[in-house]
């Protein structure tokens, strides 16, 4: 914090930066914050919220890594996750409280948002922000008192938020479903294999598709009550105008390299918005609808692993799509056979389902079908990172835990490069992986300005200055920023050169 209180700056990792205003916040006092630093390496952003307990009596030690969830499973403590697309450096979030308990929020000059509700009223509020994620720094801006009148909620088109009817359902902020046991045993299918009908939904793009496709993936009965499952699980359309909850997940976990197609079966260039999509940790089958939230980005900040990401190409009906993730946890994206480039990382060491959101343009989708890039080249799959010294090591993930992320294929997306012939991305026949190329990343993903220069044991991720490592590894249950798993020990290494 700068002399002024005014300026705060996250100073290590990505959570452990709640902060608090100093005194109470007046019914329809917009806090105006504006985005000061923004470190694109992580997942989520800002949080956002209000506390009917005075920070003055809070202890600092008692104060949890994250807002969301952690501090909001307190009595009185409201907040939610601003969404990432509006975390950028310069923006000016405004929020504020309405004598309803309703927090909405403004980012510049756009129109007022609904953001939750719930807050009870009745006594003193003073304003929580957590710098997390994303939000490296932000600066305290003078308040405003808004009249009421002057507030209009817009409706959402692409993003949707609860309507303003739902304030007796919105008690809570964030409640965990279930803390899930996850196994580790094998996941055993007898897949079958079915040729691509060449006259059929197929024929547009089937030149792009394998010769044959395994046919044992569907979609999960469990599904969003506004889309509806037809034609033996394959095919999820949406049935509602309002397109709130249309989350649709796998019948299944992904194999590490299995590349999933999936074919936009029906879109409408009138309305915005495109398809999401993503991966989880979360097993459908322990879920149920009214589980499912209205905003699928909120997601991110349950308990188990959620990454989430937006197709950016523009969408037509006939377009096919493949996603992929290989052995390091990098999830890949190609369109029309056009390799696209890895959209996020995700700890493969645990079961992982897909998951698809549909939003405004894409009112239809078919699951295709499946294949394995080690079968269809005859290559053997890498195993794991320490096992294939020379493939790429990628500094992004996209969970609101302790994993690197990034949303396209921006400079922190890029690999080493020179990647052995076992590697994915060094196979041009690959549908989902182009080649890819870049300079060694030097710089420490967690200060930014030293030099990396430490290995992390076991799981063997060379990303960290050799004083953050030992910063990190004194931390309580220390994990690898990259890949999550648990750190043993840290080697500092030198160069040769």
């Known amino acids: 914090m700068d002399t002024t209180q005014k300026a705060v700056k996250r100073q290590a990792s990505f959570c452990n930066a709640i902060t608090f205003s100093n005194r109470p916040i007046v019914i329809y006092e917009q806090v105006r914050l504006k985005i000061t630093k923004k470190q694109c390496c ?14 003055s009596r809070i202890n600092p030690d008692t104060l949890p890594k994250y807002a969301c969830p952690d501090l909001v499973s307190q009595s009185g403590f409201w907040a939610k996750a601003l969404p990432e697309e509006f975390a950028n450096e310069g923006n000016i979030i405004a929020f504020w409280v309405d004598k309803k308990g309703r927090v909405f929020y403004r980012v510049n000059d756009s129109p007022a948002m609904l953001f939750f509700s719930g807050v009870r009223t009745a006594e003193p509020l003073w304003a929580l922000i957590d710098v997390y994620g994303l939000t490296r720094g932000v600066q305290l801006l003078d308040s405003e008192i808004i009249p009421p009148d ?36 094998a996941f055993h299918v007898t897949a079958t294999t079915c040729p691509i009908p060449q006259n059929s939904l197929n024929s547009q793009h089937s030149h792009l598709l394998p010769s044959q496709l395994e046919s044992d993936l569907r979609f999960h009965l469990l599904r969003g009550p506004h889309v509806k499952i037809l034609d033996d699980q394959t095919v999820a359309r949406l049935e509602h105008a309002r397109e709130e909850r249309t989350l649709v997940f796998t019948s299944r976990p992904l194999r590490i390299n299995e590349t999933i197609f999936v074919k936009i079966n029906k879109s409408n260039a009138v309305r915005t918005g495109t398809l999401s999509y993503g991966v989880t940790s979360c097993d459908p089958g322990t879920l149920r609808p009214s589980d499912l939230p209205y905003n699928p980005e909120s997601l991110v900040d349950r308990k188990e692993f959620w990454a989430i990401c937006r197709v950016l190409v523009p969408l037509q009906s006939g377009d096919i799509l493949g996603f992929m993730v290989n052995s390091d946890g990098e999830l890949h ?31 239809q989708i078919r699951l295709l079908g499946s294949t394995t890039l080690a079968e269809r080249l005859g290559l053997s799959a890498p195993s794991s990172p320490s096992s294939t010294p020379n493939s790429p090591t990628v500094l992004c993930s996209g969970v609101s835990g302790p994993l690197l992320s990034t949303c396209g294929s921006g400079p922190l997306c890029s690999s080493i490069s020179g990647t052995g012939p076992n590697s994915p991305s060094s196979l041009p026949e690959s549908p989902i992986s182009p080649s890819i190329s870049g300079p060694w990343v030097d710089e420490c993903t967690i200060c930014y300005e030293n030099v990396v220069d ?18 990190l590894k004194k931390m309580a249950n220390a994990c690898c920023p990259i890949c999550r798993r ?4 840290i080697i500092k290494t030198y160069r040769s050169t």
């Open 150 to 185: 002057c507030l209009r909620p817009r409706s959402f088109t692409a993003i949707r938020r609860p309507s303003l009817r739902r304030d007796t359902e919105d008690t809570r902020l964030s409640v965990s479903l279930c803390d899930l046991n996850l196994q580790e045993d």
């Open 486 to 489: 648990a750190i043993k020990d």
């Open 42 to 55: 992580w997942s989520g952003a800002l949080r956002l919220g209000f506390t009917s307990k005075d920070p």
């Open 333 to 363: 994206l190609s369109h029309n056979g056009a390799g696209i480039g890895m959209q996020v990382c995700a700890d493969c060491s645990q079961p992982l389902w897909m998951f698809f959101v549909l939003h405004g343009a894409i009112m």
């Open 454 to 471: 430490t290995v992390i044991y076991s799981c063997g991720h060379m990303c960290l200055c050799y004083s953050c490592g030992l910063k």
